[in-house]
């Protein structure tokens, strides 16, 4: 395996970023990830786990417009780089392969 | 609607490194306001700073490095920049430049020349391990109704000290240095040395190169060499057991060579002998060893650890009290080896101060030239502000930061201290070898001693923050705008400040000037004063042993050459006297009055060796039997006796009759500063310590010494032919003096010196400022000589107004300074408007370069701006 590794939480951040394509930025990527999983992430977290990202060349980003919100603050926008989006199609890949050659699925069908 | 709580917004501020702050702080804004609408203030704001908090990690704390960041104040290329700047600043401005460094580097060599100078007058005797514990046993006496203090004892207070005061560790005797003939083989050295007791050696830690410091002095007939004597006697050959033969008749042993006594000693000598040989082999010494007044030997002593120098000091006080019957006062104290050298005056006594009034008089100056030194370069630094302030102007409009700006400042300055700096250690190498006869003699700038160094280097930084922060605070708060619509205009408060800085300096350039002439004026009135005897053709041989022997055939032998007109001996030369007598009485004298009168011993042919000058009666001769029992007044004697008709009358010393036989002029033996005191020659061939002898009118001098040599090396073969001259002898009297006259003068050329770069300073920034008036009046009409005088009179007018402020002040000084003098001049009115005229003169000169310079300006050029 050479490329990076990807922490858990690092994994859904990046794949927030890509979910909210182009509008990904701290507080609403921390919002995005607590609606969608349901749990709790801390601002600080999720910046650093960005930074990290952007260290890693999985993001990009850029600074927007100031809003009255923000205290007149600019947002740092970030979106997923090339790089970013092939690490996240070899992690669903690894996943899909092993999940073809589950030979009893569990039952995975308790949702519906 | 509700803000983010303010503390934690500042402090997220100061924590998280500028270039990541803004999306943390939109983030957590955002997020407060998303929450005050849902859960309501106060928890908002709870979350807000526990959001705060959550981002004070090292990650968001740690600031960006690189060159990137805001303010890159101390980065290699900036320093770099600063120094270029600065050095391109110092060589466009070759003379203010060369100027401002030479002024401020003569600030620095005056400086740092008192303060190694301090420095060495406060480390005497420092090098004593024993230091603190170790002190002079002083006598105060009440004699003639005045209060003395002296440090010659009487010999019973040793033993008394020694034997009945168990608080003394170590006590030694010494006599206060005399010089004897040394000889060893053909070797022989006329040496001053110290005869003291084997606690000596122990009291102070002279270190021992050969031989041991406990034994040294224990045997009468030993001698311990300083190391360069040794060197000089022996050579390469170890000394120590080889014997020297001392004043011609006793042989001693050296037992010990120590190092050279440091300059920093008070105490001065060559070699120690025992004290105990002095007592074995001198019959004086030995019948004084238990009388009570004979005061002549030092005694020195160190207590035990824990004694307190006070308490001993009061016990001993009172141990000569009824021990004299002449004197009826007299106490003894202790004066610690601490003071010895910077506090060497008693007055009532009080041990008052002495030196270390110099050395704080002087520290004090030399501060204050170094500070006036610095303010000038602050001046000058800010004389050409104007052109600076366009460049302070551009770089802020071009972003340069006020940080930067003063960094660039201090950088200058800086520089510039250093370069002075640099100038001044090479000034300092060259002045010392002039210093030399002014206490400089032991001064020198040890490249090796780090402290030195390190203090130096501080010193110098020191003055160039202190030099650099008016222009760099000043001129850097500049606006931009302002500067570069060419709207500037420095208040009247620094004009003002620096005229007032014109005028001291001017105010104290011209006291020094006044003062430096009248101390001038009073030496050489002195000088001049009429001395009673002649001083020229006189030659002085200090009487050894072997020449008082052979006095008579020496005489004769002298004589005979040709060259010599007369010879005397005497109890002492003609600039010194060795004897008072306290117990003169005379008809009417007022039995309770203490009177001394200054003896002189001889017997015949004083008058003509001397060549003194008799205003009644004669001299002792040969025919007259009864001379042995008369005596010579001076006319002070005269005056204090009161006879109307002095010659046939007699007087008594003790019990003695004695006939006065004549009365000469005054003769000046003593300080030439003061009158001459009564004094009388008594016919006494007995004492001899000097011979004198006179060679004629017309003697070719470099005969007369070669014919007089083998006769005394016949007479005299112990010790080298040494001989001395009247004249040159009166002249070291007035040693102190001319140093004093020689250091107001230096004073006084630095002070004219740094008033004038003041001035020059404030010239170049008034011709800035009125170059474009002065450019009209040209236009207008005006003349180079107009504008000249025009810009001239102002400065005239600061020097003026210095002058008539420092005359008066100067005036009282001096007379109070000549008033401590009995014999002095009066100050001559027209000293004060000369040295007024003159200081106006180099004032004048000063400032007409630089006003003729502007007036001589193209106007063209000028009014283009």
Redesign the interface.
């Known amino acids: 395996m050479n490329r990076s590794y990807l922490g858990e939480f690092e994994e859904i951040i990046l794949l927030a970023v890509a979910v909210m394509d182009g509008r990904a930025?701290?507080?609403a990527v921390?919002h995005e990830i607590m609606e969608q999983s349901g749990r709790v992430a801390?601002?600080?977290?999720v910046?650093?786990a960005l930074?990290r990202l952007e260290e890693k060349g999985m993001v990009r980003s850029a600074?927007g417009e100031?809003?009255a919100?923000?205290?007149g603050?600019?947002?740092?926008l970030f979106t997923v780089t090339a790089y970013g989006q092939r690490t996240l199609r070899e992690i669903q890949e690894v996943r899909t392969s092993f999940w073809d050659r589950l030979v009893n699925p569990f039952k995975l069908s308790i949702s519906e | 609607m509700k803000q983010?709580p303010r503390l934690a917004e500042n402090f997220l501020k100061w924590f998280v490194a500028p270039h990541l702050l803004?999306?943390?702080?939109?983030?957590?804004?955002?997020?407060f306001?998303?929450q005050l609408k849902t859960v309501g203030y106060r928890r908002a704001s709870m979350l807000y700073w526990c959001?705060v908090l959550?981002?004070f990690?090292p990650?968001?704390i740690q600031r960006q490095s690189g060159l990137n960041s805001p303010s890159p104040l101390f980065s290699h290329p900036m320093i770099r920049n600063y120094f270029k700047v600065a050095t391109r600043h110092l060589l466009r401005n070759k003379t203010l430049s060369f100027i401002n460094i030479l002024g401020l580097s003569l600030g620095m060599t005056f400086a740092l020349l008192i303060g190694m100078w301090v420095y060495f007058e406060t480390s005497f005797d420092s090098f004593n391990k024993n230091g603190e514990r170790v002190a002079l046993v002083m006598k105060h006496t009440l004699m003639n109704d005045q209060k003395n203090t002296s440090s010659s004892l009487m010999m019973p207070v040793y033993d008394e000290l020694k034997n009945n005061y168990p608080e003394i560790k170590h006590i030694s005797r010494l006599d206060w240095g005399s010089t004897h003939s040394l000889v060893s083989k053909n070797r022989k050295f006329k040496k001053q040395g110290y005869y003291v007791d084997p606690d000596f050696l122990r009291i102070f830690t002279y270190p021992i190169i050969k031989g041991n410091a406990e034994t040294a002095l224990r045997e009468p007939n030993s001698i311990v060499l300083t190391e360069s004597l040794a060197d000089a006697i022996f050579g390469k050959v170890n000394p120590i057991g080889k014997v020297i033969r001392i004043d011609n008749k006793y042989n001693i042993q050296v037992t010990a060579v120590m190092q050279d006594v440091p300059t920093n000693s008070s105490l001065d000598f060559e070699y120690l002998a025992p004290f105990e040989f002095k007592v074995q082999n001198d019959p004086d010494v030995k019948g004084s060893q238990t009388r009570w007044n004979n005061s002549f030997i030092g005694t020195v002593v160190e207590v035990n650890e824990g004694v307190s120098m006070d308490a001993l000091s009061k016990k001993i006080s009172p141990m000569l009290a009824g021990r004299d019957p002449y004197i009826k006062t007299q106490t003894l104290s202790l004066y610690p080896m601490g003071r010895w050298h910077l506090y060497d005056d008693f007055k009532d006594w009080v041990n008052t101060g002495g030196q270390i009034l110099f050395v704080r008089l002087f520290g004090i100056i030399g501060a204050f030239v170094l500070l006036i030194a610095c303010i000038n370069f602050m001046n000058l630094s800010t004389a050409r502000f104007e052109k600076r302030a366009k460049e302070v102007g551009i770089r802020k409009a071009i972003g340069s930061q006020r940080r930067q700006l003063v960094i660039q400042f201090l950088a200058e300055s800086l520089l510039t201290v250093f370069l002075a700096f640099f100038l001044s250690l090479v000034l300092i190498q060259l002045l010392l070898p002039f210093l030399k006869d002014i206490g400089f003699e032991n001064i020198q700038f040890d490249f090796t001693n780090g402290s030195l160094w390190a203090a130096v280097l501080g010193v110098c930084l020191m003055t160039g923050l202190l030099a650099g922060s008016y222009p760099a605070l000043y001129l850097s708060s500049f606006l931009p705008v302002k500067v570069l619509k060419g709207i500037l205009q420095q208040g009247t408060g620094t004009v003002n400040f620096r005229k007032t800085l014109v005028v001291t300096q001017f105010f104290i350039s011209i006291m020094l000037i006044i003062g430096t002439v009248v101390i001038f004026q009073q030496i050489s009135h002195v000088r001049s004063r009429s001395i009673g005897y002649d001083l020229d053709n006189l030659i002085t041989l200090d009487a050894s042993e072997d020449l008082v022997k052979n006095y008579d055939a020496l005489k004769y032998d002298l004589l005979n050459t040709g060259y010599i007109a007369s010879v005397a001996k005497a109890s002492s030369g003609m600039t010194w006297v060795n004897n008072d007598f306290t117990h003169f009485s005379w008809e009417g004298k007022d039995p309770g009055s203490a009177v001394t009168i200054n003896v002189v011993m001889t017997d015949w042919d004083y008058e003509k060796a001397a060549g003194l000058k008799f205003i009644a009666g004669r001299s002792f001769e040969k025919r007259y039997a009864t001379d042995s029992t008369a005596v010579i007044l001076n006319e002070s004697a005269l005056k204090l006796i009161g006879y109307k008709e002095p010659i046939g009358k007699t007087m008594k010393l003790g019990d003695q009759d004695l006939t006065i036989i004549g009365v000469t002029k005054n003769v000046l033996m003593q300080n030439p500063f003061s009158h001459v005191k009564p004094g009388v020659i008594l016919f006494n061939g007995g004492n001899v310590n000097a011979i004198l002898i006179r060679l004629k009118d017309q003697a070719d001098l470099s005969k007369a010494i070669a014919a007089m040599q083998p006769v005394l090396n016949k007479y005299n073969p112990s010790l080298p032919f040494e001989y001395r001259f009247a004249d040159e002898e009166f002249g070291k009297k007035f040693r102190i003096a001319n140093q004093v006259a020689k250091l107001a003068g230096i004073f006084a050329c630095l002070g004219i010196f740094i008033s004038c770069l003041g001035l020059f300073g404030l010239a170049i920034f008034m011709a800035e400022r009125r170059s474009k008036e002065v450019t009209i009046r040209k236009i207008l009409g005006a003349t180079v000589t107009n504008l000249w005088l025009l810009l001239s009179a102002e400065f005239v007018w600061l020097v003026a107004i210095a002058c008539i402020l420092a005359s008066p002040i100067t005036f009282w000084v001096m007379t109070k300074w000549l008033q401590t003098y009995e014999y002095h001049i009066e100050i001559q009115w027209w000293i004060i408007p000369a040295a007024a005229m003159a200081a106006i003169l180099v004032a004048l000169f000063t400032v007409s370069f630089q006003a003729i310079n502007t007036a001589s300006l193209n106007p063209a050029k000028t009014l283009r701006s």
């Open positions: 930025y701290g507080v921390m801390r601002l600080n977290q910046h650093s930074q600074l100031p809003t919100e923000r205290g603050k600019r947002k740092k | 983010p803004e999306p943390i702080q939109g983030d957590l804004t955002e997020e306001y998303y959001g959550g981002f990690k990650r968001y």
